[in-house]
């Protein structure tokens, strides 16, 4: 089983030899690059995120500029193929048992991007370019909503909402076919999440057109009502391998089996989960899961095999043939 990952910023490990990045804002970079050893073999595709850290982010004298550089970058230089359409969607299935590591490209922070209403016209271009994945926030510098940063308490700001908005706009009328967005409410807190959640409960086409997702990292501050609301909206959460995520594989299996016992659309069970494996990120892995391989495995040896397909590619293959607008 090669996995599906609903999270990795596969650049972010050549932060110390590029000029893409601020080398000095990384330096722990290189002891995490390992764990990204055997990634394209084990993996049938990725989501690719663009994103740097913050200080990194306030250097950029241009943003916008340096984002497009990014992407011009991961569709020279990604070993793989890119995602966008439902072409590519055909060759990707067509493809699938050749070995290739494919890639959806998503913005992974719009912190330092969107600063006015006038920057949310630039979000129409970004998805024409094949970007399909949008997540809002990642650290307390932006202006869209709360982070999970410690001490940011805000909820979902007037920006924000004209940043869903628009975001929507870009998608199908509701049953149309064609590409659509997915909003990641990675790294939102509570009461942003909470907000995003009710304005998409506001009108119930809205997850359709505009799929969730929850891509990586943990979710434990996100309230107790969140895993709840969260899928019965259809949104997919991915389980990250380490801390603060979970601590253990044990641990990781209680949060899977906790999540399926919250019903998805209206009925338990397995589907709406997945992996954001975030190694690049991670500061450690859970003993036994530091590679894609080993998590393919753990989820084969811990599973059933209609459960483990389930967690790792078949929830998200579906998060992709609608970014993408697949053909049935």
Excluded at 288 to 306: I, Q, R
Aim: aromatic letters at 8%; proline letters at 5%; a negative charge.
């Amino acid at each position: 089983m090669r996995l599906i990952d609903l999270h990795c910023n596969w650049a972010l490990q050549y932060a110390a030899e590029t000029s893409q990045y601020d080398a000095s804002f990384y330096p722990e970079i290189a002891a995490k690059v390992a764990q990204v050893d055997g990634y394209l073999m084990g993996t049938s595709l990725a989501f690719l995120a663009c994103g740097r850290a913050a200080g990194d982010w306030e250097r950029q004298a241009e943003p916008w500029l340096a984002l497009a550089s990014m992407i011009d970058r991961y569709e020279a230089e990604f070993a793989g193929r890119l995602v966008a359409t439902p072409d590519d969607v055909d060759r990707w299935r067509a493809e699938a048992d050749q070995g290739l590591c494919w890639g959806l490209l998503g913005v992974s922070g719009f912190d330092r991007l969107v600063r006015s209403p006038a920057d949310l016209d630039r979000l129409a271009p970004l998805f024409e370019r094949g970007v399909r994945l949008y997540q809002p926030v990642e650290t307390a510098d932006g202006l869209l909503g709360g982070s999970s940063d410690a001490d940011d308490a805000r909820g979902l700001s007037d920006l924000g909402r004209a940043f869903l908005e628009r975001l929507l706009d870009l998608a199908p009328l509701a049953g149309k076919p064609g590409s659509r967005p997915l909003l990641d409410l990675a790294h939102m807190n509570a009461p942003t999440c909470a907000d995003v959640l009710a304005w998409f409960e506001h009108d119930e086409t809205r997850a359709n057109r505009l799929p969730l997702l929850h891509s990586h990292g943990s979710i434990d501050g996100l309230g107790p009502d969140f895993p709840g609301r969260f899928r019965a909206l259809g949104g997919v959460i991915g389980l990250s391998v380490g801390p603060p995520a979970v601590e253990s594989a044990e641990a990781l299996r209680s949060r899977i089996e906790a999540l399926a016992a919250s019903p998805f659309r209206g009925q338990t069970g397995y589907e709406g989960i997945g992996v954001g494996t975030d190694y690049l990120e991670l500061d450690a892995t859970v003993a036994g899961l530091s590679e894609v391989e080993k998590v393919a495995e753990w989820l084969s040896k811990v599973f059933s095999p209609g459960v483990a397909a389930l967690l790792g590619f078949q929830n998200a293959r579906r998060l992709v043939e609608a970014a993408a607008g697949a053909r049935i």
